[in-house]
T-cell receptor, first 110, second 113 residues
Framework: QKEVEQNSGPLSVPEGAIASLNCTYSDRGSQSFFWYRQYSGKSPELIMFIYSNGDKEDGRFTAQLNKASQYVSLLIRDSQPSDSATYLCAVVVSWGKLQFGAGTQVVVTP | GAGVSQSPSNKVTEKGKDVELRCDPISGHTALYWYRQSLGQGLEFLIYFQGNSAPDKSGLPSDRFSAERTGGSVSTLTIQRTQQEDSAVYLC???????????FGQGTRLTVV
């Protein structure tokens, strides 16, 4: 079982719609969770972090964490073509290792 | 520094040569990570430092790969006897304490010819 799992996509989203990305993790002791965005040929860029159960909103982004279900998600509201990228879920697993999922490619269509 | 700095940005080397990649983390960050990303692939974990110690070296692909960190700051990733399959972008990231947000450098693109 992979430590962090994501659907690879591509996830096609009409402009203006909500993109919903999901991530599950295997280490029940994990406490820190992150979402990164990576454009082609660029380094990953942090867009959200969440440490507590529930929702966290920042602009058009909402991160949701459910530790009991070992599930973290990212919602992108009012999706724009500039949101087209690969979104990486990252989890701090045991001993401080920051483990990434394989990423979900999002394509926002005008 | 203001951000994570990696050098060189690009490196072309001949098969069989040794290369050193450098990472200068954000000042005050105790945790430092190295990842490898091949074209079109995800991030492959290589090694993680907390201070000068490396609690997890499990991701190093072979004994040709080694890394060190001195003074709790700069880290060097060394690849000996490079092979064509080592061609990739090598990314470094740092975080304040290993449990908070990590920030990436711009990466080193290594090409082995």
């Amino acid at each position: 079982q992979k430590e962090v799992e994501q659907n690879s996509g591509p996830l096609s989203v009409p402009e203006g719609a909500i993109a919903s990305l999901n991530c599950t993790y295997s280490d029940r002791g994990s406490q820190s969770f992150f979402w990164y965005r990576q454009y082609s040929g660029k380094s990953p860029e942090l867009i959200m972090f969440i440490y507590s159960n529930g929702d966290k909103e920042d602009g058009r982004f909402t991160a949701q964490l459910n530790k009991a279900s070992q599930y973290v998600s990212l919602l992108i509201r009012d999706s724009q073509p500039s949101d087209s990228a690969t979104y990486l879920c990252a989890v701090v697993v045991s001993w401080g290792k920051l483990q990434f999922g394989a990423g979900t490619q999002v394509v926002v269509t005008p | 520094g203001a951000g994570v700095s990696q050098s060189p940005s690009n490196k072309v080397t001949e098969k069989g040569k040794d290369v050193e990649l450098r990472c200068d983390p954000i000042s005050g960050h105790t945790a430092l990570y190295w990842y490898r990303q091949s074209l079109g692939q995800g991030l492959e974990f290589l090694i993680y430092f907390q201070g000068n110690s490396a609690p997890d070296k499990s991701g190093l692909p072979s004994d040709r790969f080694s890394a060190e960190r001195t003074g709790g700051s700069v880290s060097t990733l060394t690849i000996q006897r490079t092979q064509q399959e080592d061609s990739a972008v090598y990314l470094c990231a740092s975080s304040f304490d290993g449990n908070t947000e990590a920030f990436f450098g711009q990466g080193t693109r290594l090409t082995v010819v």
